[in-house]
């Protein structure tokens, strides 16, 4: 069951941030809309103590659009034994949402995790490069319409007729 | 295929100092193929003489797509995957998987099975504390330790193999309990183990904790304060050695941890002696641990009999109509979980290792991502590192105890 001091916690940051909750196996979630994010997060840090990053991450609602994405981010309070879940969700057209990076040091590997992987770009980000695919990869490989990537065997007698219609060059 | 682009200097020079442009400092390629950076990190040093200026880690090299295939597997299938993560923790991301998978769809585990996740993650840390502790030694060029500390590991190996026919990608927690019981040897075998260990780890402590030649390659290198380490992510020893309190077995207790009785092992100086202690520290409150769970663990069964989730023993299909069902649905199929996202967290040796978990009702999960420890005390390696010597740089990648395939994924 929810604590009180969470709950309290909850209370303050959806009423400063237009935010919304939903429950889900017994843990609350709050909602923020993207523009708020960076001033929420000083907030959730220096107000409410949540002085712990734990997870930052995204999920992708392809064929969706608006939003197509969803942040997911998890603060915790060492001292209350407190964990808060923030979802933050991100449009698929030109996705982006400013970093966290001024106030969660490690933020900023995770935020090039999601940028490598999902393509949604953070503002303000110090050093925006990819982190685990090679710097020449096309396309963001944890997308939903990005295949898994098998290639379909060729044999002698459709060998032309596949290889008609084999990926080349971009993976997009 | 695709041309291959290089990284232009523009990309990347920001990441460098103004010196190293006009050619003050060195720029040194370190790695990926390196015997102490423990798996394929790349590091790019900045150096002025034989200090480390800046550090830039590229990772990537063990990048396998695990949370992408995971997501076209059922949720049972999927599990073999996180054996092969972290795959000196192998039964801990098993335990972190499975018991996301299990507050997902809220599945009771028997109290049997929880004792024995209980004894074989504890084992598991111990084993992988004995691997940082020989490799990380063999780094300040203690050759030694790294013998004994196989040694005994080879002991854990054996009865990980005896429990679950394999010594490392064990797969024997299964969500809903474990794959089958232990075996009758399993207790003996533990017992023993819990016998020669302590004794073991004063030998390491005396080749180790007072030794002139270990002190100076380790007191005062690479040291961060607990604010810093707690805004750069860090846990597990590492973050526990800059005394903070942080040990998710007390902070959110999983698997009947808030039964047990065991101490969380502080430092505050949080430098590369500090985290070995501090691991030295954990092995002896591992131990503690196991011999606890041993003595009361409770008989019963190890799997759950929801039958909708967990498939019904062999016994049952020949005999129960029901129980054929199941157990062809269950591996055809696969169960659906509902609608939601959950996020559990268990200690890792190394850490805090997260599972985030979300299901869009199917029988495969729509995305599952793991936060993982080495991932972010990797991060911080170029803030403790700066001012060092490189062979100081070796004892810190040493201490901080990252595993690629943990970061990589």
């Known amino acids: 069951m929810m604590s009180e001091k969470l709950s309290q916690h909850i209370t303050s940051l959806v009423e400063k941030f237009e935010g919304t909750t939903a429950e889900f196996a017994g843990e609350t979630t709050v909602i923020i809309p993207a523009e708020r994010i960076e001033s929420a997060a000083r907030f959730i840090h220096d107000y409410l103590g949540f002085k712990f990053l734990s997870c930052l991450t995204a999920v992708d609602y392809y064929p969706q659009d608006e939003p197509r994405f969803h942040l997911f981010y998890r603060f915790n309070s060492i001292p209350e034994a407190l964990s808060l879940n923030v979802r933050v969700p991100v449009s698929g057209i030109n996705p982006s949402i400013s970093t966290l990076e001024k106030v969660y040091s490690n933020a900023n590997w995770h935020e090039r995790e999601v940028y490598d992987l999902f393509g949604i770009k953070f503002e303000g980000h110090s050093d925006l490069r990819r982190l685990v695919m090679p710097a020449d990869w096309q396309g963001h490989p944890l997308r939903k319409d990005y295949p898994l990537g098998y290639e379909e065997p060729q044999y002698t007698f459709n060998y032309e007729e596949i290889s008609v219609r084999k990926p080349k060059g971009s993976r997009e | ?409």
Not at chain 2, 47 to 57: A, F, H, Q, S, T
Not at chain 2, 110 to 122: N, T, Y
């Open chain 2, 1 to 409: 295929m695709t041309d291959i682009k290089e990284v232009s200097y523009e990309e990347i020079r920001h990441l460098v100092s103004d010196r190293a442009l006009e050619g003050e400092t060195m720029l040194l390629n370190m790695g990926p193929q390196h015997p102490s950076t423990h798996g394929v990190l790349r590091l790019l040093l900045e150096l002025d003489g034989e200090k480390v200026v800046n550090c830039i880690p590229d990772v990537g090299f063990l990048h396998t797509g695990i949370e992408k295939n995971m997501e076209s597997k059922t949720y049972q299938k999927a599990e073999v995957m996180t054996d092969r993560m972290d795959y000196m923790n192998p039964l801990g991301n098993n335990l972190t998987y499975v018991l996301a998978v299990e507050k997902l769809v809220g599945l009771d585990v028997p109290e049997r099975a929880q004792a024995i996740r209980v004894i074989l993650a504890e084992l598991q840390r111990i084993s992988s504390h004995l691997v940082w502790l020989g490799t990380s030694a063999l780094d300040v060029a203690a050759m030694s330790v790294f013998l004994y500390c196989f040694r005994e590991r080879e002991q854990i190996l054996n009865i990980f193999e005896l429990v679950s026919g394999q010594r490392m990608m064990t797969t024997y927690f299964r969500p809903g309990g474990l794959w089958r019981d232990v075996p009758s040897g399993f207790e003996q075998a533990v017992r023993e183990f819990l016998e020669v260990m302590p004794h073991r780890i004063d030998e390491y402590e005396a080749l180790l904790t007072k030794n002139p030649l270990f002190l100076d390659r380790t007191l005062g290198i690479g040291s961060i304060s607990a604010e810093d380490a707690l805004n750069w992510g860090l846990t597990g020893a590492t973050l526990r050695a800059s005394g903070v309190s942080y040990d998710l077995r007390r902070f959110a207790p999983y698997s009947g941890y808030e039964q047990y009785d065991f101490e969380i092992p502080l430092r505050t100086e949080g430098d590369v002696y500090a985290r070995y202690i501090v691991r030295i520290l954990e092995m002896r409150q591992s131990l503690r641990i196991i011999e606890q769970a041993l003595r009361k663990l409770p008989a019963g069964p190890v799997r759950s009999s929801n039958r909708k989730f967990v498939p019904p023993p062999r016994s049952e299909i020949g005999t129960s109509m029901e129980a054929l069902i199941h157990h062809f649905k269950l591996w055809t199929e696969g169960f659906s979980a509902p609608q939601g996202s959950v996020y559990v967290a268990t200690e890792s040796p190394r850490g805090e290792l997260g599972c985030f978990l979300e299901s869009d009702g199917g029988p495969k999960p729509y995305r599952v991502h793991f936060r993982t420890p080495s991932f972010d005390n990797l991060q911080v390696l170029p803030k403790l590192s700066k001012g060092f010597l490189v062979a100081d740089l070796v004892a810190i990648i040493g201490s901080v105890d990252i595993v690629l395939g943990d970061i990589d994924r």
